[in-house]
């Protein structure tokens, strides 16, 4: 069969050319950035489109854009750090050659702006290291998300974009067009750094709390790596800790020791890419083959387990405690055996996971930031040699406690005192509503209680709430105000005021089923603090490093704050909280002009596990009866006694 000229250049121009393409090359930089003798950045926007359904109000839109980050200055540029205003409810559905740098995974609202960080280029090099390889020099991130309301006639840019690296100064922000944003950022000659650009790894920085990731072997298809929770604030904690990631190449887990998987299965492998090229691995022994694992902590038990525990700090049930409390329990270590995939088979071809976090029951909220390399780290030699083994590779993760917008507390703390026969309770929905109620009123404010509601579960305080509001001649809203909804609430009570000193006493009741092992409150004051004496039933401190907060934690054999347990009679007694108690003095010759009554005798934040509470907004005032210090003590000390006698 012979072919013709025609046919011959139909089937020559119609043949796939994939081996004989070049590789994609970056993108030049705009002109502006010629002129920029430091780090460059531009956004442009590429293209939009409307996006189903039909919503004149709130219509949702697509976006495609490109972030660039140029370094025209002398100096590498390590872990860079990027920050884009979005301000038009954005959407992240991807980012090309970046990770969001609080650790979320995509997609993510990013309505409020955000950070780019650099995944798999962190780190930029300059054009006199390169001879101006663009490759080296410049990352581009291909942005695609959702944004809603800017029609298409519009262009949705952001506020603003700048470096967010340490040490570094940026221009106002131009914009070219409508669719283009420049900034240039240089060195800032005031800025001081612990490292210099010759170091080969940044320098571990401090936080709340920190990840560190050590390689501690590698072969070519795997390595053992060992996770390292440190917990370094004074009142930041974690109970039954869950820790996520996300792998970037299909990595799985093989096997662990001292933590495990949340969900022990390796169906994503065996259906997965993974399956298809461990043809020869058993799968069934695989432990995790998610994109996004979830670990937890070991109970004690699994200790000296020689499977799954023998591995320093595991295996305490999800527990780390603050160093101020307990040093010891402060670390937990686990380790992992993590399989790679192509084209990473090599042993020096090791990448971290991205994307970190870490959270626990009632506990703070930590932000996590992305790993950064940093020097190895070194372990005792398991022979017991005097050498120290260094790891192979390290990475670290920043934790600091945050507090998102629209978080609810876990907890809540009510006022009372020796001249008011009312407690302030916690505010309503304190720890949030979970939905609009018909019976209840989210808005109204909680009404002043008599001080045996205190010992009863919200749902029993209604009768008692009408009757004293009756009493004090009070107008009782309708809807009733809603619960609190918190787990756990504390008294403050004001005792005592006399010209030497005063008291107050602190009540911890637990609402829910879950017991508080270690457990520990934190009272922050104005002025008191420095006049602090002794808490009586509790082992109380002021905090190192600070003059303003009251540090407190059970005594031997007091440190177990049981839950909730039913009444002696459950059909007709209402549910009993855990409980405990302790009075606090204070002297006030170390805080001249303290005054007690108006404000300076109750806390300004409590902290309870290292979770914030939520506070009332009023104090107690002085209405001339001051029968109530006598009541409410007899009150709440004689149902702690008889919770003692009951555990007994």
């Known amino acids: 069969m012979s072919l013709n000229w025609v046919s011959i250049f139909i089937l020559f121009t119609t043949l796939p050319f994939t081996i004989c393409q070049s590789p994609a090359t970056p993108e030049a930089p705009a002109p502006a950035a010629n002129t920029c003798n430091g780090v460059f950045l531009s956004y442009t926007y590429n293209s939009g489109s409307k996006l189903p359904p039909d919503n004149p109000k709130h219509q949702a839109y697509r976006f495609e854009s490109t972030l660039t980050v140029l370094n025209n200055g002398l100096e590498q540029l390590k ?15 991807s980012a090309s050659n970046a990770v969001l740098f609080d650790g979320n995974s995509f997609p993510a609202s990013v309505g409020n702006g955000t950070l780019f960080a650099g995944f798999p280029m962190s780190d930029l090099k300059t054009a006199v290291m390169t001879a101006g390889d663009l490759t080296q020099m410049q990352v581009q991130v291909k942005i695609v998300g959702t944004q809603f309301g800017v029609g298409l006639r519009d262009v949705p840019m952001p506020k603003n974009i700048s470096l967010a690296n340490d040490g570094f100064l940026c221009s106002p922000v131009t914009r070219q067009g409508k669719s283009e944003l420049h900034v240039c950022c240089t060195k800032d000659a005031n800025a001081k750094s612990n490292f210099t650009v010759d170091d080969n790894f940044l320098p571990r920085q401090s936080g709340d709390l920190t990840i560190v990731y050590d390689v501690t072997r590698t072969y070519d298809s795997n390595y053992w790596a060992q996770v390292t929770v440190a917990n370094h604030n004074p009142i930041g904690r974690l109970d039954n800790w869950k820790l996520s990631w996300d792998w970037m190449h299909d990595e799985f887990i093989y096997t662990m020791k001292g933590a495990y998987p949340y969900l022990a ?23 995790n083959c998610e994109r996004r694992p979830t670990i937890i902590d070991l109970p004690p038990t699994k200790a000296n387990d020689t499977t799954l525990g023998l591995v320093p700090f595991c295996c305490r049930n999800g527990a780390i405690l603050p160093p101020s409390m307990d040093p010891s329990k402060s670390t937990s270590v686990f380790q992992l055996q993590v399989f790679k995939m192509p084209p990473d088979l090599n042993r020096s071809e090791l990448t971290p996971p991205q994307n970190w976090k870490i959270n626990g029951t009632l506990n703070p909220n930590y932000q996590c930031g992305p790993p950064v390399r940093v020097s190895p780290s070194h372990f005792p030699d398991p022979s017991g040699g005097p050498a120290n083994r260094t790891a192979f590779a390290s990475w670290q993760v920043v934790c600091n406690i945050t507090r998102p917008k629209g978080r609810s507390p876990k907890c809540c703390v009510s006022f009372s005192a020796y001249y008011n026969d009312s407690v302030v309770p916690c505010k309503t929905c304190a720890c949030g509503c979970k939905s609009t109620s018909q019976t209840c009123s989210t808005t109204a404010p909680a009404i002043l209680l008599p001080p045996e509601a205190l010992l009863l579960p919200f749902e029993n305080r209604s009768s008692l709430a009408r009757a004293w509001a009756d009493l004090k001649h009070r107008t009782v809203p309708n809807p009733m105000p809603c619960a609190d909804n918190c787990g756990v609430s504390i008294n403050w009570h004001l005792h005592t005021d006399y010209n030497r000193g005063w008291t107050a006493r602190v009540t911890i009741f637990n609402w829910g089923e879950t017991a508080f092992p270690d457990w520990f409150a934190a009272m922050q004051f104005d002025k008191a603090a420095p006049g602090f004496e002794a808490a009586y039933s509790f082992n109380g401190t002021v905090l190192d490093g600070g003059n303003d907060t009251i540090f407190m934690q059970g005594l031997p054999g007091l440190n177990f704050l049981v839950g909730e347990t039913d009444g002696a009679n459950p059909e007709k007694d209402p ?4 409980k405990q108690q302790s009075v606090i003095s204070f002297k006030k010759k170390d805080t001249p002009g303290i005054n007690v009554p108006l ?28 029968k109530s210090s006598a009541l409410l003590f007899s009150v709440l000390a004689a149902a702690f006694v008889l919770l003692l006698i009951q555990q007994q």
């Open 79 to 93: 872990q860079w750090r990027a920050f884009v205003g979005f301000q038009h409810e954005e959407i992240l559905v």
């Open 265 to 287: 299965d390796s169906s994503d492998c065996i259906y997965g890419p993974q399956g298809t090229y461990y043809r020869d691995l058993d799968f069934a022994n695989v432990l």
């Open 575 to 578: 549910r009993v909280p855990g």
């Open 599 to 626: 404000g300076d005798g109750f806390p300004t934040k409590v902290f309870f596990n290292g979770e914030q509470c939520s506070l009332p907004s009023i104090y107690p005032t002085s209405d001339g009866n001051t």
